[in-house]
């Protein structure tokens, strides 16, 4: 199998993480041809570690920030340096995804199968058990989205619209026609807008034997949850994209589905004091989220 591919890693300060994200790309049954690696400004010994590895092995390119452009911005970054570099696919991954040593050749095997595919992407386990998030279908209108059920993954393949940057592997030439991610997005459903690009030219191939452990903690969230700092970008990039690739219908749907499940219930929590707590601050980042997206307002 003569194909050749780069990997794209994303880090900011997790370099114990990164150190062995690095070592299961070394040990790829199918090795990398190059691997880029974009540090978004760490303060934590990540930039030593980067040099010595560049020095070390010449298939290694380092992308250093001035700041954190967030992970949009270094998997835009990140994607423009593997263009150059003229290999046939790229492989998308955080500094948590840890692969497992036949990803990419059971994803390829998988393309060698099915020609007619583009993109890719292997099952995404936590905690040693499937993390069903990362691949999605899209429903008929507004964009919405449900996880693809995990009965899906005894197959040998199967199809999904949108797919997480954990494990996501597209061909060059696709990148070249639809461009780079969103790099304004800063953080969240950067790759969710990505796969509908991907999706005009290919659906995604999932290949559930091609796996990789994401290690994240998963953590109960308290109901009714709070809201922290990335749930402005959650609502105001998904207002985005389906601005951006939306049908009148598609918006109609999806403000009807933000009003139910953010505005009413952030507004009806805060008259009744839930948790004894007025929820100002849900109800203020949303109303930025929007007025933000509606004015085209980014960050």
Known sequence: MNTTYTVVIVTYNRKELLEECVSKVNSQSLPAS???????????????????????????????????????GGFAKGMEYALGLNDEYVLIIDDDAMLETDYMEKILKAKSINPRYEAFAGSVLTDNKIDVFHRKMLSKAGFLMKNCPER????????????????????????????????????????????????????????????????????????????????????????LFVKEHGSVLDKAVNYVHLFANIVFRNWLFGIIKRNHYDWKYERDITKRAIADAHGGKVN
């Open 34 to 72: 190059h691997v880029v690696i974009v540090n978004n400004a760490s303060t934590d010994g990540t930039d030593a570690f980067l040099d010595r590895l560049a020095k070390k092995n010449e298939k290694y390119f380092i992308v250093q920030c001035p700041k954190n452009i967030g992970g949009a």
């Open 152 to 239: 899906l993954y005894a197959q040998d393949t199967f199809e999904c619209d949108i797919a997480s940057f954990c494990g996501m592997v597209v061909s060059a030439q696709v990148i070249r026609q639809i461009g780079l991610p969103h790099e304004e997005y800063f953080i969240y459903h950067d790759d969710t807008e990505y796969s509908l690009r991907v999706r005009e030219i290919s659906r995604f191939l999932v290949v559930p034997g091609a796996k990789l452990n994401h290690k994240t903690k998963q953590t109960a969230a308290a109901y009714p949850r709070r809201y922290g700092w990335k749930d402005y970008y959650d609502i105001r990039n998904r207002l």
